[in-house]
């Protein structure tokens, strides 16, 4: 008779653990589905700061070619002019009302890269910043990468942030300013931090390599 009472419950309680068991088990791959996701997001922001990044090199870099153009030419008929000109900006400014056909033009083109190329790239960038809650964080928990990583993205914010000021009170109905520069003669700011580019593949590169 006990037997035949006890069955019963061993039962139930067998059911109860398996129950549970596969209720644990279901936590387990939400939790871990919910991770993946996390980190699927955590990803796609990094390539994204990766392509504004590289957009924002190669604009600077077009834009820089550019800016030597037009001091080689200017030096070249102007030279007896120049003496008090500083940096790249201050010659252009100096020399903007004896600018010939080209170097109008090239000037124009210049400038046009600082409104419609830098600019909206560094406001995507600014964004980018105000929207991130893991990256720019320095914890314990974070490798050496990562830190480095961080620290950057910190040095970034601040660039960014007296870059576009400059630029409101630099560029808009000023037609002979071309150029925003914050670490020039002038020291006006901030330079960019250079190592962030490299940091980025970094940190992408180990994330992407773990299994």
């Given amino acids: ?27 387990g791959i939400e939790s871990w589905r919910e991770w993946r996701r996390a980190e699927a997001q955590s990803l796609a922001q990094l390539f994204k700061l990766q392509a504004l990044l590289r957009a924002s090199r190669t604009a600077f870099e077009v834009q820089r070619e550019l800016a030597r153009r037009l001091e080689a030419q200017l030096k070249n008929e102007h030279a007896n002019d120049l003496t008090d000109a500083r940096g790249l900006e201050g010659l252009f400014s100096h020399s903007f009302s004896r600018f010939g056909t080209e170097e109008t033009e090239l000037h124009a083109v210049i400038r046009a890269y600082t409104e419609h190329a830098l600019r ?3 406001e995507a960038m600014a964004e980018w910043l105000r929207s991130d809650f893991r990256h720019r964080v320095i914890s314990r928990r974070k490798n050496v990468r990562e ?12 660039h960014l942030l ?14 002979d300013h071309a150029l925003v520069y914050l670490d020039d003669e002038r020291r006006h700011g901030l330079r960019f931090p250079d190592e962030l580019d490299r940091a980025v593949e970094d940190v ?5 390599a773990e299994p």
Avoid: C, S
């Fill in 1 to 27: 008779m006990i037997v035949t009472e006890t069955a019963p419950l061993i039962g139930i309680a067998a059911g109860a653990v398996v129950a549970a068991l596969g209720y644990v088990g279901k936590l």
């Fill in 162 to 175: 007296l870059w576009l000021a400059k630029y409101q009170t630099w560029i808009p109905g000023q037609l």
């Fill in 120 to 122: 909206p790239i560094n």
């Fill in 147 to 158: 830190i480095k990583l961080a620290e950057l993205l910190n040095q970034l914010d601040e």
């Fill in 204 to 208: 992408l590169a180990e994330r992407t």
